[in-house]
């Protein structure tokens, strides 16, 4: 006489078989997406589409000088901007300092900023400052190995007098720095997708050529 099995027995076998396979697909899924973070290549696409959204296009951004030095130059401009605006908020400032400026840096470059008068005074808790600061570029020129940034920085204090000097920083970038100082994959992924850092970051004295000059955020509160 056959052997015939039980109906519980036979369905207890199939969720069995089951369980097991789902165990091996996602142990596969586990392996594929430790694999995938953090992310070693970015990827930079372009997406263009119509009003109506008919018609999508994804193109991928090819390596070019041109479009190469664009980027450097927009990133280089935001990262003067981030560093060198003062805001009476100070709480402002500081998550400029803290969520731009510092993951766009390297780590010897943002050590540099903590060590500026300025920041030791805006980093102190519940203080407001009475001036703001503000960026205007002059020139931004890419030479054979570093970027030259003249700009002219225009404070402003609460009797409304403002005070206008002008500064020529040398700034080397280097980007996809993935494997040599890491950064967290939330900051990479919401405001560095490329990895690019600001790794030599030097004020320049005019009137003596080649030497280093001061900082703007070196500045005396009492000068401003």
């Known amino acids: 006489m056959a052997k015939i099995v039980e109906p519980p027995v036979l369905t207890s076998r199939i969720l069995a078989f089951m369980l ?61 901007i981030a560093r060198n605006t003062l805001y009476q908020n100070t709480e402002t400032t500081r998550n400029n300092w803290t969520r731009i400026v510092k993951p766009w840096s390297s780590s010897d470059v943002f050590a540099s900023l903590t060590k500026t008068n300025l920041y030791q005074i805006y980093t102190q808790e519940n203080q407001l400052q009475p001036i703001e600061c503000n960026v205007s570029f002059s020139s931004v020129a890419k030479t054979r190995r570093d970027w030259v940034v003249e700009f002219d920085w225009i404070c402003k204090n609460n009797s409304g007098q403002s005070v206008k000097k002008n500064y020529t ?35 320049m004295d005019k009137n003596r050529n080649g030497a280093k000059g001061e900082d703007p955020l070196n500045s005396d509160l009492a000068d401003m």
């Open 169 to 203: 920083i040398v700034i080397k970038l280097k980007s996809d720095i993935s494997k040599d100082e890491p950064i967290e994959d939330l900051s990479r992924l919401r405001i560095n997708p490329l990895g690019t850092q600001v790794t030599y970051y030097e004020i």
């Open 20 to 80: 097991a396979a789902s165990v091996v697909v996602l142990g596969v899924l586990v392996v594929t997406l430790i694999k995938m973070v953090p992310l070693e290549r970015p990827e930079v696409f372009f997406v263009s589409a119509s009003s109506s959204l008919s018609n999508v296009s994804i193109k991928g951004m090819e390596p070019d000088a041109e479009i190469t030095k664009s980027y450097e130059e927009g990133f280089i401009r935001e990262y003067v």
